[in-house]
């Protein structure tokens, strides 16, 4: 039985729609490759957690943090200019220091559907220890702009890709699977509920589409997909108005915008699942 590790921020979750003894979720909140690279505590657990166990193959997940921490912490916290490249090689190399793993998969940083509106102060949210700073700079919107930030993260995606090809690491790109010839977001995969979300809806359905072309090898391992258990609809439902309303940037008014309306909640679950599928095959 092949034996499977999956590590990385909150983006990690799309695997939990994958159930098997022999596959190992490790999520660390808020982690990024650069904080990997730091050689924080994180990756001194990830170290000793691997010291007595043996993966066949270890996957990769990281989120936007690498990018929107980095390259706004370092051009108008620390007025420098921000290099992105370097962590995608950093980070290749670093993953030659993790011990009883026979092969690495990289997942790319998806696309993140965070408005331009909503993204300034969010940005100041992840930057809330230098807030006051930010607040007597000007930022720009065009670089906080869907456009700038996706053409960011694509840069970034090549040059991981470029990376991995060299250390001989697979390298799977599911951002192509989500963008509209006109370089958007389909809108399947934007959170209607929560404007503020810096995830795509429903990231474990992507897992239709790769299980059936990039990581097809994975389907001679025994793992069971779950379509629906972890959807986990009405635990969303129900946590909805808490999170909003523990949300600093979102007020009353924005929780009757975006409330769920399950109907349409439903229809856009099974219109991604559609969607996908169709793209697998």
Known sequence: MCKILAIGSSSVNIFKALESKDFTILKFKGISMKSMINETKHYHLLLNFLKNKTFDYCIHVFGIVDLNFYYYYKKFIMNEEPNIFKTPELYCNLIKTLPNIKKHIVINVPYSPTSTEFFIPLLKRYLFDYTDQINNQLIPKKECSIKFRQTMIDKFNRTLEKNCIINNYKFIN?????????????????????????????????????????????????????MNKDFDEWKIYKNNKALIKKNPILSPKDYEKYKINMNKFHLQIKAVIKYLENKSN
């Open 174 to 226: 599911f951002n192509k699977y989500i963008i509209n010839k006109n370089y958007t977001v389909n809108k399947l995969f934007i959170v209607t509920y929560s404007p503020v979300n810096i995830h795509l809806f429903f990231e474990h359905v992507l897992l239709v589409i790769l299980y059936k072309t990039d990581l097809h090898f994975l389907n001679n391992e025994n793992l069971e997909y779950k």
